[in-house]
């Protein structure tokens, strides 16, 4: 293909990642028409991994948005951070760093609603404009139940987050075996269950043992949980100060009382350290916090400016959730005895404080820690986490939302999807939690065998391809030649739906429309690409070109306009 600029792109990808991969060849594919050659590397290590994405050591590589409650103020806010691929994509693209972190901050202080919203189609029409990125698909986290044993699940409003405790058992035991989507897919292990810690926890277990002042409910809203309300006064300086009503008659799992007390000691943990507030780089809550204080059982928050996603990030999973005073160790202080994972030590540069863990995993949630069963024979990662074959959690019969009729919670590992597979149908798990537990096609035949209850979650997240591509044409090209359509049916489970643009419209200040659309059109990607005469023309649903779908529209007029001119002339 002469006529076609010669390109030859690097995608990166880890190793194991049989979905992403398949994705990969069909975009490889796509891409080969247009005379662009793809060549996948993939990496067994995941700081590697992670070194190529920061050092911008690639073209192509797949990301997805954080859905909600994240998006879009703390994934975009991440990208101004040295620690994934937008680092590296932003400059490339010609985008100025310094100006688009000035452009965040303002909306992130912008306190009037209207203004915000502007401010916030201005930046995504303008990242729209660089096509940095290759849009794939909305994403909706499916979960799967036996119909026999379990009725009345619900997926979360929020990644990894799956509220068994709402579940009813049906019949049989009281105990529930499940599988469960973690950060790496398949799970391996309930992670640290430290509260206050990002990398190596995980999100589904700490939100099952942990609980904050606030959650994300639906359609971004925030909701009572451990504070019953709240009232905010915006200060002559622009800052902003908020004061909580803590739930009364709140027990710790140990027997402790939930109190303001230990909702500052908490804080004093998490946020009182320079040292950890510069381990959250997508979190600008630690940066504007000012003060915190109890007022009887009243807890005072203080902020140094204005910042609105305040509430939001106070219903993150992670990091500021609460934590039994009793559970932290020794004199509990937040310099000498910090609650981080010990792991922290060696991870932070220098540090000031040290990390001491956590005597338990004493929380609020509606289950408590049971036990672990570590794998045989398997040793512990980079960040000291030995996989898992089996997490015990047992329900809080005191928990203050009511408690669980599951008795206990049996997390389990299983190799393969396939495997997942086979114990569910055999009934030996009661329920597969999140999407890519399961073969896409798998979770396609199930929703209509009877004996199963699909749950299908909001789509707050998208997938897409983070384009590392100095040449603006190119990316062009690239968007304009992808069949999304195609992978959504040949890749995935079918309730996914493609997109043209980064943010799903569900989610805060993103119901906008932005144009270009990027869709899949091949002449155009064909026209970009290959400007000297493109031979392969854009294909219509029924498979046939676009030059042959025109020339039969043209035949079909001239026929119907020859059979109108003969029955003119018969009716005369």
């Known amino acids: 293909r002469a006529a076609c600029k010669a390109q030859t792109l690097k995608f990166i990808m880890m190793e194991g990642e049989t979905q992403q991969a398949a994705i990969e060849d069909d975009i490889r594919a796509d891409l080969a028409v247009i005379g662009i050659d793809v060549v996948a590397e993939k990496f067994s290590s995941q700081d590697d991994f992670n070194a190529a994405r920061v050092a911008g050591n690639f073209d192509m590589v797949f990301s997805a948005t954080w859905g909600a ?10 990208w101004t951070a040295a620690d994934e691929e937008h680092y590296a994509a932003l400059p490339t693209a010609g985008i100025d760093t310094t100006q688009f972190t000035a452009d965040v901050n303002a909306i992130l202080g912008e306190l009037d609603a209207a203004q915000r919203q502007a401010k916030w189609t201005a930046l995504l029409t303008s990242i729209h404009n660089e096509v940095i990125h290759l849009p794939l698909y909305g994403f909706r986290d499916v979960s799967i139940t036996t119909r026999s044993r379990l009725s009345g699940y619900a997926p979360g409003t929020q990644n990894f987050d799956y509220p068994l405790h709402k579940a009813l058992v049906v019949s049989g035991s009281k105990t529930v075996k499940v599988a469960p989507r973690a950060q790496g897919g398949l799970f391996s292990s309930a992670g640290g269950l430290e509260p206050h810690a990002t990398r190596p926890n995980e999100f589904f277990s700490n939100n099952w043992l942990y609980e904050g002042l606030v959650r994300y409910g639906s359609g971004g809203a925030v909701e009572p949980a451990l504070a019953t309300g709240w009232t905010s006064t915006a200060n002559s300086d622009g800052s902003e100060t908020v004061r909580f009503t803590l739930r009364t008659g709140v027990k710790f799992h140990d027997g402790a009382d939930f109190d303001c007390a230990a909702v500052k000691l908490n804080f004093d943990h998490v946020f009182g350290n320079a040292d950890l507030i510069g381990w959250y780089g997508w979190y600008d809550l630690p940066n504007v916090l000012k003060e915190w204080s109890c007022n009887g059982e009243t807890f005072v928050l203080s902020t140094s400016q204005a910042y609105y996603p305040l509430m939001q990030e106070l219903a993150y999973i992670r990091p500021i959730v609460m934590l039994s005073p009793t559970a932290f160790v020794g004199s509990a202080d937040p310099v000498a005895e910090n609650s981080c994972p010990t792991i922290y030590n060696t991870k932070l540069t220098n540090p000031s404080i040290t990390c001491v863990g956590v005597s338990s995993f004493s929380g609020t949630g509606p289950f408590k820690f049971k036990s672990r069963t570590p794998t045989a024979g398997a040793t512990a990662d980079s960040w000291g986490i030995t996989p898992d074959d089996l997490v015990v959690f047992e329900k809080n019969a005191d928990y203050w939302g009511g408690a669980p009729d599951i008795e206990e919670l049996h997390v389990v590992k299983y190799d393969s999807a396939a495997d997942v ?37 909001e789509e707050t997240s998208n997938h897409a391809i983070v384009l590392n591509i100095a040449d603006k044409e190119v990316r062009k090209a690239v968007v304009h030649a992808v069949n999304k359509n195609h992978i959504i049916e040949t890749q995935l489970s079918g309730f996914e739906s493609p997109t043209s643009q980064l943010f799903s419209k569900s989610v805060p200040y993103c119901d906008i429309e932005l144009t270009p659309k990027f869709d899949y059109d091949l002449e155009k990607a064909e026209l970009l690409n290959c400007p000297a005469g493109a031979s392969s023309k854009k294909k219509s649903d029924s498979g046939l070109s ?16 020859l059979v109108a001119g003969v029955a003119f002339i018969v009716m005369k």
Request: overall charge negative; cysteine-free.
């Open 69 to 78: 409650p994240y998006d879009p103020h703390s994934y975009v806010n991440s």
């Open 421 to 457: 597979y086979d114990a569910l149908i055999a009934g030996n798990i009661d329920a597969v939690l999140g999407s890519g537990v399961l073969e896409p096609a798998r979770v396609k035949e199930l929703q209509y065998d009877d004996s199963f209850e699909l749950h299908v979650g």
């Open 546 to 561: 676009g030059g042959m779908v025109a020339l039969i529209v043209i035949l079909a007029v001239a026929v119907a306009g």
